[in-house]
Structures are given as structure tokens and as C-alpha cells.
């Protein structure tokens, strides 16, 4: 399975940025899928999820600014990143997991490469 994510890029506070993820490889269409970031000098953090059913998740930081949707038919996940602040400034990557659904500690198999998002202020 692979994934590629894109979309980053460089904003100023208040901005708004779309992340895309492209995902190949013969995964089943209800996987769980996840947006995680990490930004210099800390741990990786998870943003958002979406299940194979289409209910999302999110992170205290990422609810009401962040919106996950996935297209399952193009093998797709996006994130829509509104009112951005400083603090987004990361590296965004999404993952893919074998299970449907969205749950605190569920792993992720695939991970694609990243794609830096950057805040001014």
C-alpha cells in the first residue's frame, strides 16, 4: 500500500490549506484512515480520523478548524485545515489502518511520506 500526501504549503494565520492523500496498493475501501503531524523538535501527534463508515475524529487542537472527508471511490482522504495558527506549523502525513473504525491507539500499516505545512503569523 502506498499513500502520498500533498498539498502543504505556506500560509499566514487565519489561512486556510487543503491536504490531499492519494492511496494505492489494494487496501480495503473501509479502512480506517488518519492524519497525523509533527513538528520540529516534537512528538508526532494524531490530527483526525475517518472511519470506513465516514465518522470522524479529531483532536482537541484540530475540532472545529480541521475537516476530514475521504472519497473511497478515488481512494482518497482529504483534510481541510481552516483558521490556521502558528502552532500547525508541521509536517502533515496521513496513514492508512487494516481496521474500519477510528478508535484511541488503533495502529496504523501504511504511512506516506509527509507534507509540510507552515504558518506565519
Known amino acids: 500500500v502506498q499513500l502520498q500526501a500533498s498539498g502543504g504549503g505556506s500560509v499566514q494565520t487565519g489561512g486556510s490549506l487543503s491536504l490531499s492523500c492519494s492511496i494505492s496498493g489494494g487496501i480495503d475501501s473501509n479502512y480506517a484512515l488518519g492524519w497525523f503531524r509533527q513538528a520540529a523538535g516534537k512528538e508526532r501527534e494524531g490530527v483526525s480520523c475517518?472511519?470506513?463508515?465516514?465518522?470522524?475524529y479529531y483532536s482537541d487542537s484540530a475540532r472545529g478548524r480541521f475537516t476530514v472527508t475521504s472519497d473511497r471511490a478515488k481512494n482518497t482522504v482529504y483534510l481541510q485545515m481552516n483558521t490556521l495558527r502558528p502552532e500547525d506549523t508541521a509536517v502533515y502525513y496521513c496513514a492508512a489502518s487494516l481496521r474500519a473504525v477510528c478508535f484511541p491507539g488503533l495502529t496504523y500499516s501504511s504511512w506516506g511520506q509527509g507534507t509540510l505545512v507552515t504558518v506565519s503569523s
Open positions: 475517518i472511519s470506513g463508515d465516514g465518522s470522524s
